[in-house]
C-alpha cells in the first residue's frame, strides 16, 4: 500500500490523518476524496497542500456517485481506501437521519464495489464506538454484537456490517476500527468539545446535556491515527479493533476541566434537556489493539488539555465558521429554549 484515497480527508480526522501519514511516510502519495460538505473544510488541509505538494492531490466528490470514486481510484492509481467518510453528529442523525443513511450506508456499498471490482490491497472503515450502543458497565469488546441507539450508530453499525460482509462473501481485504471520542485539531465546532471551549473563551454559556454524568472516552485524534496506522500495516485481514485510552470521564468533568484550563468560571455551565435516547455510558476494551504493540501517548485529560490549547491558539479557524450563517442558524434550531427550567 503506498498510494491511499482518503475518503472524508478534509474533516477533522481524516484530515489529522493525511497529514500524519504523509509525515511519517516519505514514500506515501494521498489522494483525498471529499464532498466538502459543512464539516468538509479545505483550510484543514491548507498546510499540507503547501508542505506535500508533490504527493497530496484533492478530489471534490460524494461517495455516493460511483463513476467518481472509480475516476479517482483510477486517475490516482489508488491501492488501498481509507474511509473516513460519514455524516457523524448524533445531534443531527436525529434531526435528519436521511443523510446518515445515504453517505454511511450506500456510500460505503459503493466504495466496497469499488475497491472489489478494482482489486485494491486493502478497504479500512472508520467506525466509532457508538455502534457498540449504551454500556451499562464493563468494556466494549470487538466480538460484542453491535447494538446501536441513534440513527447515526445505527448508519455506521450497517456500514461494519457491509464491510464485514464483503470480506467473508467476497473476500475483499478488508479492516475495521472504532474509535472512541476523538478530540483534538480541526474539529468542526458543533461537537462537544471544541464547542464548549469556543464558548468558554468567547464567555458564552456551555449547553451541558442533562445532569452532565454521561460518561465517554475522550481520545486525543493523533493517537487514533497510529492506531489507524498500525491496524492497517500489522492487523489481521477481516478484523476490527478497538481505539481508545481505556479510560473514562463524565462530561461534567470535561467541562471543569476546560474552564479551569482556560481560567473561565463554572458559572458558565448552562444545563439544557438532554438529547433524545442519549447514550449514558461507552467504554472501549482495547487489548487487542495493545497486543499489536500499541499504546495512547495521551490520557483524557492530556487529549482535553491539548485540544483547549489549539483551539485557544487557533482563533483563525474556528472563528469563521462560528459566525457563519450555517453555523448560527444549526445552534439556534439545537440549543434555543432548551434550557434546564424552559
Known amino acids: 500500500m503506498r498510494n491511499l484515497m482518503i475518503t472524508g480527508g478534509a474533516g477533522f480526522i481524516g484530515s489529522n490523518f493525511v497529514r500524519y501519514m504523509l509525515e511519517r511516510y516519505a514514500d506515501y502519495r494521498v489522494v483525498v476524496y471529499d464532498k466538502l460538505t459543512y464539516a468538509g473544510n479545505l483550510d484543514n488541509l491548507k498546510d499540507v497542500a503547501e508542505r506535500f505538494a508533490d504527493r497530496y492531490a484533492f478530489v471534490k466528490g460524494d461517495i455516493c456517485d460511483a463513476a467518481t470514486v472509480r475516476g479517482a481510484i483510477q486517475a490516482h492509481e489508488v491501492d488501498a ?30 466504495l466496497l464495489e469499488a475497491a472489489r471490482e478494482l482489486g485494491l490491497e486493502r478497504y479500512h472503515q472508520i ?48 479492516t475495521i476500527t472504532r474509535g472512541a471520542n476523538n478530540i483534538g485539531p480541526y474539529q468542526y465546532p458543533e461537537k462537544v468539545v471544541p464547542l464548549f471551549v469556543t464558548n468558554a473563551i468567547d464567555d458564552i454559556p456551555l449547553p451541558l446535556y442533562g445532569d452532565g454524568l454521561q460518561v465517554r472516552d475522550y481520545h486525543y485524534v493523533l493517537d487514533h491515527c497510529e492506531g489507524i496506522d498500525l491496524v492497517l500495516h500489522k492487523g489481521e485481514i477481516g478484523g476490527v479493533y478497538n481505539i481508545g485510552t481505556g479510560a473514562e470521564m463524565r462530561n461534567v468533568d470535561m467541562a471543569h476541566l476546560l474552564l479551569d484550563l ?10 439544557v434537556r438532554d438529547r433524545a435516547g442519549h447514550d449514558r455510558r461507552y467504554s472501549l476494551d482495547v487489548s487487542k489493539l495493545r497486543a499489536l504493540g500499541w499504546e495512547p501517548a495521551h490520557t483524557c485529560e492530556d487529549a482535553v488539555a491539548e485540544t483547549v490549547r489549539w483551539y485557544a491558539e487557533n482563533e483563525w479557524w474556528w472563528r469563521p465558521i462560528k459566525s457563519g450563517d450555517h453555523y448560527q442558524e444549526y445552534y439556534k434550531q439545537q440549543y434555543e429554549g432548551r434550557e434546564v427550567g424552559d
Open 81 to 110: 481506501i481509507v474511509n473516513f467518510a460519514a455524516e457523524t453528529h448524533v445531534d443531527r442523525s436525529i434531526m435528519d437521519p436521511d443523510a446518515f443513511i445515504q453517505t454511511d450506508v450506500y456510500g460505503t456499498y459503493v
Open 127 to 174: 467506525s466509532t464506538d457508538e455502534v457498540y450502543g449504551h454500556v451499562p458497565q464493563g468494556a466494549s469488546k470487538e466480538s460484542d454484537p453491535v447494538a446501536p441507539r441513534s440513527p447515526y450508530a445505527a448508519s455506521k453499525a450497517s456500514g461494519d456490517l457491509m464491510v464485514n460482509a464483503y470480506f467473508i462473501t467476497y473476500g475483499l481485504p478488508v
Open 262 to 271: 482556560l481560567g473561565k468560571p463554572e458559572s458558565l455551565i448552562q444545563p
